[in-house]
């Protein structure tokens, strides 16, 4: 049996989702079937998830214009993230 937390809700390149308090950003979004979240730098290709321990970075979004770990940060209720642009 799944016990959720307090279901909240985020948005995610303007779009809202349903999230549930505590879960990562990563989780949150891959759950609603979301797994695109920022482009690779040279071959603009569609980068996600692939670590999910803080270490590969491929999972960066951007948070009030600062980019973090979508597996390492917790989704929270009217949290406003972007995907990751270029640098
Ligand atoms: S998936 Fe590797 S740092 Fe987030």
Redesign the pocket.
Known sequence: MIVRTEEILFEFDGETYNGFAGESI?AALLRVGVTHLRDAPNSQTPRG???????????VVEINQRRV????TKVSNGLKIKRASNV
Do not use: I, P
């Open positions: 990563a998830m692939f670590c999910v321990m803080g270490v590969c970075q491929e999972c770990e979508a597996c390492r």
